[in-house]
């Protein structure tokens, strides 16, 4: 009888141990997944509050269609009214420039990254902050809705318009 109890008890221990793996590797992989859903959310709404003008001729969407290593590597560089103020007194407007794009870490994966610039200027595309939004991405694909058409890139320099829709995939 002990003998048969022993044996119960190390495939009990031997489940809970086995089942605290699973659990911890299910959390690492969420928590990824987390974050990348936190930084399409970002996107998206950054992209909703897209703007040209027409009477500034420094305003533009611009996305490009890439591929590196065989996946998407998309860029999008637009300017946006998603420039919160962090100082009441600040001498700033909602408007910037913002752009997302895939990066290559030292150790060869892929990071997607913000830029962000303050003020738009004449320079678009360039300058400003960048961050780190997320690790571990494959790649990023965007398409843009045209009069009912896909497109794989978008210039407002020469479209004098925004697309209808984005689609980040």
Known sequence: ATAILAVVMAIVYGSFVQTRRVIGRTE???EGLRGIRASFNR???DLSMAFLSKTNDNTFFVGTDDYEGGYPSDKTD???YSHRLR????????QMEL???LKKDFEGGSV???REKNRIDANAMYGGMTYELSEDIVGINL???DDGAWLESWDSR???SLPEAVEIT
């Open 99 to 101: 752009g997302y794009y």
């Open 87 to 94: 100082e009441r007194s600040a001498k700033e407007s909602d």
């Open 158 to 160: 020469v479209s004098r």
């Open 43 to 45: 996107i998206t709404s």
């Open 28 to 30: 690492v992989a969420v």
């Open 143 to 145: 398409r843009y809705l």
């Open 112 to 114: 997607l990254m913000k």
């Open 78 to 80: 637009f300017t946006s």
